[in-house]
């Protein structure tokens, strides 16, 4: 009980930090080394979500890191080989559950 609410404290002062730190991008752009990063709906109006890089994760020891990140409502993603993913979103990433998250291993 006490790791996880360190773990939660942690992973709240990062989201601080990140957002506070960095302003947030517009148009969709994204790199391997920005925390945050934004995807938008084309065409009509722009619609912002923030999306979150929350590390790299592998199913089993032996496969491929993946990135993964945070939506603005909570929900994580998995996306391409840790570092590739050039703009992410629902269309280039699938949705992956905490579950699954906490009995994989983190690359970083």
Request: glycine fraction near 8%; hydrophobic fraction near 35%; include cysteine.
């Amino acid at each position: 009980m006490q790791k996880i609410r360190i773990f939660i404290l942690a992973l709240t002062a990062f989201t601080v930090l990140a957002f506070s730190a960095s302003p947030a991008q517009a148009g969709g752009t994204c790199s391997a080394n920005k925390l945050i990063c934004t995807a938008s709906s084309q065409p009509g109006p722009v619609l912002m979500s923030t999306w979150t890089f929350e590390g790299c994760w592998s199913y089993y020891l032996t496969s491929p890191c993946r990135d993964i990140f945070r939506d603005s409502s909570g929900a994580y993603w998995i996306c391409a080989n840790c570092g590739q993913t050039k703009n992410p979103g629902p269309n280039t990433c699938s949705q992956i559950g905490i579950q699954a998250l906490d009995h994989g291993y983190w690359c970083s």
